[in-house]
């Protein structure tokens, strides 16, 4: 059971250079997530979907942009990728109702040069 | 709007010796708790979850939570922590639609032998 998968796991960019995250999830979900990580702030959320063909904004989300166009696939974009946008993004997926718990990807380290 | 507070950012501790990691949370609403564990290069995994009644949560690997409404803290405890417990534990609330997580800054817990 592969769970919530997130492709790729590293990649390095230049400064203005665009590229997707792609994340799939096996479970049936209803709600994903696109989080991103940095030392000493936590986790904060970048874009979510309640469903397919659904997206919304997070409270991080510009200079990204997302796309749900099957159920299972939750796909996060940078256009022209910036220094400050250097993280470790985590794609969580949940179900729309009952206990809430979220179920994380391992994770995808991008550094922007 | 809710928030997490997790007021100490790095806890050492000694192996067998016991814990508390602490967690304060602010909302206008009923809220769903969690702890979260992330091991070294790894995504999150749920540790323990408080819905609703009993305010003592037992999670997996020996851990436990209370939940304190007038407080409003949902304190992680471990009597007897092992090096395998080192790891950034997040807390974070929901609403009670179990949506609109928020996470705290995390806790890094250092277990020294």
Redesign the interface.
């Given at each position: 059971n592969a769970g919530?998968t997130q492709t790729p796991k590293f990649r390095v960019l230049k400064t203005g250079q665009s590229m997707t995250l792609l994340c799939a999830q096996d479970m049936n979900h209803e709600?994903m997530?696109w989080?991103r990580q940095d030392p000493?702030?936590?986790?904060?959320?970048i874009h979510y979907s309640v469903g397919e063909g659904t997206t919304a904004k997070g409270e991080v989300p510009d200079g990204y942009n997302v796309s749900r166009l099957k159920k299972q696939n939750f796909l996060l974009g940078l256009e022209s990728a910036a220094p400050s946008q250097t993280s470790v993004y985590?794609c969580?997926s949940?179900?729309s109702?009952?206990?809430?718990?979220?179920f994380?990807?391992?994770?995808s380290r991008l550094t922007v040069l | 709007a809710q928030s997490?507070t997790q007021l100490d950012?790095q806890v050492p501790v000694f192996e067998e010796a016991p814990v508390e990691l602490r967690c304060n949370y602010s909302s206008s609403v009923s809220v769903?708790l969690?702890w979260?564990v992330q091991y070294p290069?790894?995504?999150?995994?749920?540790l323990l979850?408080y819905?609703s009644g009993s305010t003592l949560v037992k999670g997996i690997n020996g851990f436990e939570a209370e939940f304190n409404k007038s407080q409003t803290s949902f304190h992680l405890r471990k009597p007897s922590v092992h090096i395998s417990d080192t790891a950034e534990y997040?807390c974070?609330v929901?609403d009670n639609?179990?949506?609109n997580?928020v996470?705290?800054?995390?806790t890094r817990l250092s277990v020294l032998p």
């Open positions: 919530v709600y997530y989080y000493g702030m936590g986790l904060r959320l985590f969580a949940s179900y109702t009952g206990d809430g718990e979220l994380f990807g391992e994770g | 997490v950012s769903y969690f979260y290069n790894q995504g999150l995994q749920l979850k819905l997040f974070a929901s639609y179990g949506q997580f996470f705290g800054p995390g």
